[in-house]
Nanobody, 119 residues
Framework: VQLQASGGGLVQAGGSLRLSCAAS????????MGWYRQTPGKQRELVAE???????RYPDSVKGRFTISRDNAKNTIYLQMNSLKPEDTAVYYC??????????????WGQGTQVTVSS
């Protein structure tokens, strides 16, 4: 299963961006979908997660500002980011894990998309 992320860019503080992550391949079922971010010298951190039953969770740093969603028909997940802050600047990665149509497990990552928030 391959993931293609897009939608990053440069935005002023207080602005919004929407990231997209399109999945392709023989997806049978999905366990969780998520967005992570990473800055140089730091560990990758979870910013949004959506479970199979539709439960979304966010860390306090983005709660109320970021929203994760999915379009099942398009096998695409989104991350709507509002009220962006300079500290949101990072490379954002999407992740989907589950099983293929042949019941093999997969844990796929997108290539990363840069988000830069200027003050």
């Amino acid at each position: 299963v391959q993931l293609q992320a897009s939608g990053g860019g440069l935005v002023q503080a207080g602005g919004s961006l929407r990231l997209s992550c399109a999945a392709s391949g023989s997806i049978g079922s999905i366990n969780t979908m998520g967005w992570y971010r990473q800055t140089p010298g730091k560990q990758r951190e979870l910013v949004a997660e959506l479970t199979r039953d539709g439960t979304a969770r966010y860390p306090d740093s983005v709660k109320g500002r970021f929203t994760i969603s999915r379009d099942n028909a398009k096998n695409t997940i989104y991350l709507q980011m509002n009220s962006l802050k300079p500290e949101d600047t990072a490379v954002y990665y999407c992740n989907i894990n589950g099983r293929t149509q042949f019941r093999y497990s997969f844990d796929s990552w997108g290539q990363g998309t840069q988000v830069t928030v200027s003050s």
